[in-house]
């Protein structure tokens, strides 16, 4: 009986040595595989200014988050591959390990945290409304907004839609897939309200006369932040990714980012 306990002892032993050598193996295939493929996949949504935008007549792509994961990619001595996705599809995407990190204006949120990591914070912000100027009076809270005679237009599967669909009980909601075109059909009439965040409020009341950021100065939700939305699968990814973060900020590099894009 004893010979039986100590023989299965040692193929315990054994089977616990064999599963960390392999855990260690596989600790490492995201990196590996970046560092092999001299690529690194960025999936990106593409329609959120300032932080990724996609120029439809040249493929290319702009914005704050795109020239700092090419700054990151360059640091590791490896090159961008953007990956296109969508709001609604962004965790889809991420689960399916479609990219190794998700940029664009991704905000940091518990739902996400509970699923997928993220990089440190950047571009403290919060829910404000893109408007008409001429609604600039009227349109003074929530409250005046939410009500039959308001539309509302909001962009699909992300935090915009859940805080349209948590906080407009009244006003009439149109769901537009594309979150680029929604500030030109506020400022044409075709709807009246945008939920969005500040930074985007701001570039697209300084781009279009007819547009005023509201709730800029005193959102409508407590603060939140951004992030590269990155894969966790690999700790050796996640370490480099994060040292070379950490490294861009103490650089400058990361303010030297902001002002050019957010300031």
Known sequence: MYGK??????????LLFVFLIAGQAAAGARLDRVMETKVLCVGTPGDYRPFSMLDKSTGKYEGHDIEL????????????EFVPTTWPKLMEDYLEGKFDVAVG???????????????????????VAIIRKENMEKFTSLEAMDVPETTVIVNPGGTNQKFVDANFKNAKVVV???NAEIPAMIAEGQGD???????????YSRKDERLYGAFIDKPLTKISFMGF???????????????????????????????????
């Open 105 to 127: 204006g991704i905000t940091r949120s518990l739902a996400r945290m509970l699923r997928g990591d993220f990089l440190p914070p950047y571009a403290p912000n919060g829910k």
């Open 229 to 263: 939305f990155i894969q966790q699968d690999d700790p050796d990814f996640l370490k480099i990714m994060h040292y070379l973060w950490n490294d861009a900020k103490l650089r400058g590099d990361l303010d030297a980012l902001f002002v050019k894009w957010l300031k």
């Open 193 to 203: 309200v945008m939920i969005t965040e500040v930074y985007e409020a701001v570039v």
């Open 5 to 14: 306990k100590r023989v299965a002892s040692v193929v315990g032993v054994l």
């Open 176 to 178: 537009h897939q594309n």
């Open 69 to 80: 994961a090419e700054l990151l990619a360059s640091e590791l001595g490896v090159a961008v």
